[in-house]
C-alpha cells in the first residue's frame, strides 16, 4: 500500500511536472525492481486467466531515469497487450 501510495504522489508529480514543462525527476534505480513492482500491480487488475511471464536477468545495470515514467510504460505495454 505504502509503494503504491508513493507512485500516486509520483504520478500526480509527473502530471504537473509536464503541465508546466518542468524537468524530469532522473534517478538512478534498478530496472527489474520497478518492472517487478509493476507486475504485482498488474496482477491484482488483469482478469486471471490472463498469464503474466516476466524475464528479469538478475544482474542487469542500474539506469538513470524517472521510475514513474517506466512504471507507467511497463503498465501500458501491458494493459495494451492484454
Not at 501510495?5 to 508529480?13: K, N, S
Not at 517487478?36 to 536477468?57: D, H, K, Q, S, V
Not at 538478475?58 to 539506469?63: A, E, K, Q, S, W
Amino acid at each position: 500500500i505504502e509503494i503504491a501510495g508513493q507512485r500516486a504522489v509520483d504520478l500526480v508529480q509527473q502530471i504537473l511536472t509536464f503541465s508546466r514543462r518542468q524537468p524530469q525527476q532522473l534517478k538512478l534505480l534498478a530496472p527489474g525492481e520497478v518492472v517487478n513492482e509493476t507486475m504485482r500491480l498488474l496482477r491484482a487488475t488483469i482478469p486471471a486467466g490472463i498469464t503474466i511471464e516476466t524475464r528479469i536477468e538478475d544482474d542487469l545495470p542500474m539506469i538513470v531515469a524517472d521510475a514513474t515514467q517506466l512504471h507507467q510504460i511497463v503498465m501500458n505495454l501491458c494493459t495494451n497487450a492484454w
